[in-house]
């Protein structure tokens, strides 16, 4: 995992959220950056999962559909509502 794990530790579990910026290279090219949203999850202060969520310059109902989505599934992991 990559993204905040240098986070403070709090009990139970809380989930993180931040734009983030990643190159991506394919062979000797240049690469690319793009943004996206970082969601971390923690338990007892301890990263368990990170999903990342690219957007793009003029998202579409979809991407902000699917946003959306993942954002409610990290909170109903956070009051516990699934594992």
Do not use: F
């Amino acid at each position: 995992m990559n993204g905040t794990d240098h986070c403070p530790r709090r009990p139970g579990r809380w989930v993180g959220v931040r734009l983030q910026h990643r190159h991506v290279r394919v062979d000797e090219s240049p690469g690319v950056s793009y943004q996206g949203i970082l969601i971390s999850s923690y338990a007892d202060g301890t990263l368990v999962a990170e999903q990342w969520v690219p957007l793009g310059a003029d998202p579409s109902e979809e991407d902000d559909e699917a946003l959306i989505g993942q954002l409610r599934e990290a909170l109903r992991w956070q009051s516990g509502a699934v594992d």
